[in-house]
T-cell receptor, first 117, second 111 residues
Framework: GAVVSQHPSWVICKSGTSVKIECRSLDFQATTMFWYRQFPKQSLMLMATSNEGSKATYEQGVEKDKFLINHASLTLSTLTVTSAHPEDSSFYIC?????????????FGSGTRLTVV | DAKTTQPNSMESNEEEPVHLPCNHS???????IHWYRQLPSQGPEYVIHGLTSNVNNRMASLAIAEDRKSSTLILHRATLRDAAVYYCILRTQGGSEKLVFGKGTKLTVNP
């Protein structure tokens, strides 16, 4: 079945530094990837949608200059949290699908727990 | 995407069936009903989806009301590993590919 690998699974960084999270589709070409953020005891909140080779589409209220998304290939998307602050500490999850087939299921990564100290 | 309503939490005993309800009274004819679940500290995983007819797979069954305004995810024999948050989501054919999560139902399975 379709597998999405997310790396790292957890990261601790100092306030003001940047952190990059990778999301890879291992056995399929993901034309569309999604990035979510989840705070404790809350549901997933969609941050942005990225299509290979084009700029990401950010949800309302998500700062595109703070959360940089790159989807340069059909198997890799990255999320960079720039100038991280403690309030950016959260569980970040990516999802991938083949464009036009989303009706038949999305595959999610295992998530990255970011702690900013 | 149309909205769904689920109970905040449910409890079950191990090896008993579990029926997780979902209301989607504003569903349109092109909306597919998807179920995902999220185990603690993991990303969500696909469970099942359907349009009009009931569906079965190795994980669960999906029973869809005749008017499609509600559906029920059925776990035939709950195990401790089924303890998770279950999300019922509508996806519109031809619409946005975004998957928007509601609050879901937290299922607790008692040994």
């Amino acid at each position: 079945g379709a597998v999405v690998s997310q790396h790292p699974s957890w990261v601790i960084c100092k306030s003001g530094t940047s952190v990059k999270i990778e999301c890879r589709s291992l056995d399929f070409q993901a034309t569309t990837m999604f990035w979510y953020r989840q705070f404790p005891k809350q549901s997933l909140m969609l941050m942005a949608t990225s299509n290979e080779g084009s700029k990401a589409t950010y949800e309302q209220g998500v700062e595109k200059d703070k959360f940089l998304i790159n989807h340069a290939s059909l198997t890799l998307s990255t999320l960079t949290v720039t100038s991280a602050h403690p309030e950016d500490s959260s569980f970040y999850i990516c999802s991938a699908t083949i464009s036009g087939t989303g009706l038949f299921g999305y595959t999610f990564g295992s998530g990255t727990r970011l702690t900013v100290v | 995407d149309a909205k769904t309503t689920q109970p905040n939490s449910m409890e079950s005993n191990e090896e008993e069936p579990v029926h997780l309800p979902c209301n989607h009274s504003t569903i349109s004819g092109t909306d597919y009903i998807h179920w995902y679940r999220q185990l603690p500290s993991q990303g969500p995983e696909y469970v099942i989806h359907g349009l009009t007819s009931n569906v079965n797979n190795r994980m669960a069954s999906l029973a869809i009301a005749e008017d499609r305004k509600s559906s029920t995810l059925i776990l035939h024999r709950a195990t401790l590993r089924d303890a998770a948050v279950y999300y019922c989501i509508l996806r519109t054919q031809g619409g946005s590919e975004k998957l928007v999560f509601g609050k879901g139902t937290k299922l607790t399975v008692n040994p």
